[in-house]
């Protein structure tokens, strides 16, 4: 099996991120309580940055404590330091109705679990453009008014302004580290690098030239506009561009019992250790 994808490291134009250290993130965020709040791309980065500590400590003691399957705690107890993710498909609310599922633009009830926390890292996109069967809601609400459906792009900024509002009401500067998990690019059309024919299937090399074809992805840009906007002080983890040269890095050729063509997750260890390099410097900064 290729394991090429293990020897790739990202590195910056302008300086040197500096290498994961396990152990001095422990002594450094001793007692501290991290969260991951989104999506199953939250998912990947929460299991990436629990993998990276764990490498340095493998014989740390540590707890895992699963809660009404959206919550998943994991504390290492010698350091007391937890680090949660959060599953929320859209971070903004997804209610139950009599006409069905309805995504509430303007409503972020669940942020009551999000409070209290030392560092907070947000990401949502990736099932804001789902259709059809794999849609998570039947309609989409706003001012109490109810819609069948609306440009997702709008549907997108809207809901990550309420997003925005939460955090200027909620989140005090002095006691909370904010992050947003930048959009996570997919690679189901070649025709982003120049391959028409292709997708992430059988892709064993990254994409290499100094600039992506397909340029930045128009989510980003809503999430720039909406980032541009939030009174308190909210740190983007720009992984999108990088993200998008790793047409490599999707689990689809290096499982063999991966169920369809997945090009939207990444491999572990892979991509996402990147995205908690990145992290780590930004907490460092």
């Known amino acids: 099996m290729d394991r090429s994808y293990l020897k790739y490291r990202w590195q910056p134009?302008?300086?040197?991120?500096?290498?994961?250290?396990?152990?001095?993130?422990?002594e450094k965020w001793r007692g501290k309580r991290f969260m991951f709040v989104g999506d199953s791309l939250s998912f990947n980065m929460w299991i990436s940055l629990s993998c990276?500590?764990?490498s340095w400590v493998p014989n740390a003691k540590y707890n895992l404590v699963k809660t009404g399957?959206?919550?998943?705690?994991?504390?290492?107890?010698?350091?007391?330091l937890k680090i949660s993710v959060y599953r929320t498909t859209t971070i903004?609310?997804?209610?139950?109705?009599?006409?069905?599922?309805?995504l509430k633009l303007d409503s972020i009830r669940q942020g009551n679990a999000w409070k209290g926390m030392d560092v907070l890292i947000f990401n949502s996109w990736h099932w804001w453009t789902h259709t059809g069967r794999d849609q998570p809601w039947d309609y989409i609400g706003e001012g109490g008014k109810?819609?069948?459906?609306?440009?997702?792009?709008?549907?997108y900024y809207k809901g990550m302004t309420t997003w925005s509002r939460w955090v200027n009401r909620f989140v005090d500067p002095s006691k909370t580290k904010v992050f947003f998990q930048g959009i996570s690019p997919v690679h189901y059309d070649g025709r982003d690098w120049n391959q028409p024919s292709k997708s992430c299937k059988s892709e064993t090399q990254p994409f290499f030239g100094?600039?992506?074809?397909?340029?930045?992805?128009?989510?980003?840009l809503v999430l720039n506009k909406v980032m541009s906007r939030i009174k308190?002080?909210?740190?983007?983890?720009?992984?999108?561009?990088?993200?998008q040269y790793r047409k490599d890095a999707h689990p689809?050729?290096?499982?063999g019992n991966h169920i369809g063509l997945d090009c939207s997750h990444w491999c572990l260890p892979g991509l996402p250790d990147t995205w908690n390099v990145i992290l780590n410097a930004a907490l460092s900064s």
């Open 13 to 26: 134009f302008s300086c040197n991120l500096p290498r994961f250290n396990g152990v001095q993130f422990l």
């Open 52 to 54: 990276m500590i764990h």
């Open 69 to 80: 399957g959206v919550l998943t705690e994991l504390t290492f107890q010698d350091y007391g």
């Open 92 to 102: 903004v609310d997804i209610v139950n109705e009599k006409v069905g599922r309805v």
């Open 146 to 155: 109810v819609y069948k459906d609306m440009n997702r792009l709008v549907a």
């Open 210 to 220: 100094l600039q992506y074809p397909a340029g930045t992805p128009m989510a980003s």
């Open 232 to 243: 308190k002080p909210v740190y983007l983890l720009d992984i999108t561009t990088l993200s």
């Open 252 to 255: 689809i050729y290096y499982s």
